[in-house]
């Protein structure tokens, strides 16, 4: 459950800050509570889709790091191009998965970068819980 709110709240706020930073320039949707509510819908589905593809690639013992950065690369497109489509914020074409590629190019290295690390730290903390048990026995 942990690693699902790492990567719901860490791609949530990455995208509001980008949204932010770009909506000066004209580059980002104005912020509304629509916008806010589409986003955390994204998020969540995202989420909730890589923690599933973490588990089948734990079930067939896939532990590759590529295979692992081409599913979640996958499913972000996926997820963003049909809510995209869905909002109306894109067409449902091949133009309309070329304008979510800027997006895509700026949130997905930063939330990739920060849920590792986020589960990275994590592990840590399990693992040293798990070393003062031992010495606890």
Do not use: H
């Not at 067409?91 to 800027?102: A, K, Y």
């Amino acid at each position: 459950m942990k690693k699902i709110l790492n990567i719901i709240f860490g791609s949530f706020t990455i995208m509001m800050l980008l949204f932010t930073f770009f909506r000066p320039f004209d580059l980002a949707p104005e912020i509304t509570n629509e916008v806010v509510i589409q986003v955390l819908i994204i998020s969540t589905s995202i989420a909730v889709l890589m923690e599933i593809s973490d588990k089948l690639l734990s079930y067939f013992d896939i532990s590759s790091f590529l295979v692992d950065l081409i599913i979640r690369v996958l499913i972000c497109y996926f997820v963003v191009f049909i809510a995209c489509a869905n909002f109306n914020i894109i067409s449902f074409s091949l133009f309309g998965l070329w304008e979510i590629t800027p997006t895509m190019l700026f949130c997905f290295p930063l939330t990739y970068a920060y849920t590792v690390y986020m589960n990275n730290e994590l592990a840590e903390s399990i693992n040293e819980a798990i070393k003062k048990r031992k010495k606890l026995d």
